[in-house]
């Protein structure tokens, strides 16, 4: 009788227990949302705005000379012929 009732006690316990554990893990998993929302906000504050002459084609006219370059080389200067 003493032996079924610590089976007993014991089953109680660790149903208790994985219980309670689980409660654990919602409560630690809860504030996970929050946790995104703010740091995908601390993201885009740090993140600096594109430059106010992007997508003018400033970029192409800083490295058009040296893509001139590559190109003839690399066509063997056959890109003249279809350039002109």
């Known amino acids: 009788?003493?032996?079924n009732n610590n089976k007993m006690c014991s089953s109680?316990?660790?149903?208790?227990t994985s219980?309670?554990?689980s409660w654990f893990y919602f409560i630690a998993i809860l504030p996970l949302p929050l946790l995104l929302i703010l740091y995908s906000q601390l993201l885009r504050s740090t993140i600096a705005p594109p430059p106010s002459d992007h997508g003018t084609?400033?970029?192409f006219?800083?490295?058009?000379?040296r893509y001139d370059f590559i190109n003839?080389?690399?066509?063997l200067n056959l890109d003249m012929g279809w350039r002109h």
């Not at 109680?12 to 208790?16: F, G, Q």
């Not at 006219?61 to 000379?65: E, F, G, K, R």
């Open 19 to 21: 219980i309670s554990s």
């Open 57 to 59: 084609g400033s970029m």
């Open 1 to 3: 009788s003493t032996n």
């Open 72 to 75: 003839r080389a690399l066509a």
């Open 61 to 65: 006219d800083i490295i058009a000379t």
């Open 12 to 16: 109680k316990s660790s149903k208790a």
